[in-house]
């Protein structure tokens, strides 16, 4: 078994340093996880010395939308191959919202959080504001935030409501929910998708849907679906997320609700931003996200509502799925994809060569973690405090593989692709882990 690498020396660094990358001879992390001044440093016995080639040292990610599957599917997936697939894409903590488990009730929450006791991972959770992510009863959510009693419990994980990404139920049912659950004070996130109009609908409804002969979903189910919400906002006072927004009239919908005053934040797919509905052509179930790939002048408005401010975070939505229910007929096959363990080097280049370094690091890292009420990364000016790092080789591809999966599924439409950089190690939660992606 190797050996635990827990105080280590980065040498030859572009650290981020909370304004910009600065080249560093050196960072010393020491055994708790905290940075060490260069004083401390001559008197460590570090476990390692890595020599990063001038890679860059960045806050680790903080991942929005994760499903792990677990408990009720973990003959596909796992809290712990999750866990693993965090720390191998330099995540250092996530946002929680399993479609097979909805925490309705605060058994289920200590449930969840007993699963990940001692791994110190920052993970938060949505709770469902039905039952059973169903539009018939609402779950108690006011105990759901108060707590229950239950030894070591802390309440405060629950981020916000969340809707199981499913579509939405009645208006009616909706209204009072949100009502009910205004007085937690937390967030509703949701997933804009109008039931009827999705319907069977597998793919965005346009030409390519069109010539494959396949059910289409329009822009106006996602929409038409926003719409509501934001009314219901307007009307109710209520704090309001969308997750995975997938088109540029959403986003004009969200810009003009914030200049009525509407609290409204809303974030974008990684895959909604690497892809469009053209790669459907390759017929791979690999591309079935749900919801679903847009146009390119859809992929072009979520750019523009990332270097524009609209969008406040980029997603991952890593979503197992086995093999066989993947790899069959497009239209049959089960929607969902693996990032994790390949978002940073995926998006990287690009999203910094659109933005800003510090833009960049607040979609991915910072932004994500103020919407779930978690803690940022690092802070290196509070030596006390555990820091959380990846480190990514600019100049360095990696070609995807299932070997860079944490379980015993790989379904990305990444896998078999060259990614421009790539992941050479991570600092997660006092632990150093070489990634073999460099």
């Not at 009863?137 to 994980?157: C, Q, V």
């Amino acid at each position: 078994m190797p050996k635990v690498i827990r105080s280590v020396v980065l040498k030859n660094v572009e650290f981020w340093n909370g304004k910009t990358f600065e080249h560093r001879d050196a960072v010393y992390l020491g055994n708790s996880g905290n940075f060490l001044s260069p004083k401390i440093a001559k008197q460590t016995n570090f476990d390692a010395e890595i020599d990063c080639d001038n890679a860059l040292v960045m806050p680790a990610m903080f991942g929005l939308s994760l499903d792990f599957m677990a408990p009720q599917r973990d003959d596909v997936y796992t809290f712990a191959q999750g866990l693993e697939a965090m720390h191998r894409g330099g995540f250092y903590g996530g946002l929680y919202e399993s479609a097979a488990n909805p925490i309705d009730n605060n058994e289920k929450l200590f449930a969840a959080q007993q699963r990940l006791a001692g791994t110190n991972y920052q993970i938060k959770f949505l709770g469902s504001y039905s039952v059973g992510f169903g539009s018939d009863r609402l779950s108690e959510m006011l105990e759901l935030t108060e707590g229950a009693g239950f030894a070591n419990e802390t309440p405060d994980a629950l981020a916000g409501f969340g809707d199981g990404n499913v579509s939405f139920p009645t208006t009616r049912f909706l209204r009072l929910a949100m009502e009910y659950g205004k007085m937690t004070g937390k967030r509703f996130f949701f997933t804009p998708m109008d039931k009827s109009l999705r319907k069977s609908g597998c793919v965005h409804e346009g030409a390519v849907s069109d010539m494959l002969g396949m059910k289409g979903i329009p822009r106006i189910a996602e929409t038409i679906a926003a719409h509501t919400v934001l009314e219901l906002a307007r009307f109710l006072n209520v704090p309001v997320h969308f997750k995975q927004v997938t088109c540029g009239e959403t986003l004009q919908l969200i810009k003009d609700a914030r200049q009525k005053g509407i609290d409204v934040t809303c974030d974008v797919n990684l895959y909604h931003l690497l892809f469009d509905d053209s790669v459907l052509l390759e017929l791979n179930s690999s591309y079935h996200l749900l919801p679903p790939l847009r146009a390119s002048s859809d992929k072009a408005a979520l750019w523009e509502g990332i270097q524009d401010g609209t969008v406040d975070a980029i997603s991952v939505n890593h979503t197992p799925v086995l093999r066989q229910d993947a790899e069959v007929n497009f239209e049959d096959s089960v929607p969902g994809a693996l990032s994790l363990e390949v978002a940073l080097p995926a998006i990287w280049k690009e999203l910094s060569k659109r933005v800003s370094a510090s833009r960049a690091i607040e979609l991915l890292s910072s932004g994500p973690a103020r919407l779930s009420s978690a803690p940022l990364a690092y802070d290196e000016n509070d030596s006390a405090r555990q820091a959380h790092l990846v480190v990514l080789s600019l100049d360095k591809p990696h070609l995807v593989s299932a070997s860079d999966f944490a379980g015993q599924v790989c379904n990305s439409p990444l896998l078999g692709k060259e990614l421009p950089s790539s992941i050479l190690g991570t600092y997660i939660n006092g632990i150093w882990r070489t990634i073999a992606n460099a």
